[in-house]
């Protein structure tokens, strides 16, 4: 039998739910994507009735505190592309 699930996010932009997904799995955070769009017919629908992002009930809490969590910039050093190579060589 599957586990109890609950909504914990809806928005107007399917992509915009992928992405969120995407980064719960990135966490170990299984998540659904749920539409009502007549199967890609009536992309439309979206309007009416917004993707929703699912979770499992134990995992809705820390999902939304990595949803809420403000983006912090990788610690990769950015600045070797600031200067054009010019050598012509890569």
Same mark, same amino acid.
């Given at each position: 039998?599957?586990?109890?699930?609950?909504?914990? +996010?809806?928005?107007?932009?399917?992509?915009? *739910?992928?992405?969120? +997904?995407?980064?719960?799995? *990135?966490?170990?955070?299984?998540?659904?994507?749920?539409?009502?769009?007549?199967?890609?017919?009536?992309?439309?629908?979206?309007?009416? $009735?917004?993707?929703?992002? *699912?979770?499992?009930?134990?995992?809705?809490?820390?999902?939304? +505190?990595?949803?809420?969590?403000?983006?912090?910039?990788?610690?990769?050093? $950015?600045? +070797?592309?600031?200067?054009?190579?010019?050598?012509?060589?890569?």
């Amino acid at each position: 039998m599957g586990e109890a699930m609950t909504v914990i +996010r809806q928005y107007l932009v399917e992509v915009e *739910a992928l992405v969120a +997904r995407s980064v719960l799995e *990135a966490h170990d955070i299984p998540a659904v994507v749920l539409r009502d769009d007549a199967g890609g017919m009536l992309p439309v629908m979206h309007l009416l $009735y917004p993707v929703r992002l *699912a979770v499992r009930v134990q995992d809705a809490a820390q999902a939304l +505190r990595i949803l809420d969590a403000p983006f912090v910039a990788d610690a990769m050093d $950015y600045s +070797r592309f600031d200067d054009p190579d010019t050598t012509g060589t890569l």
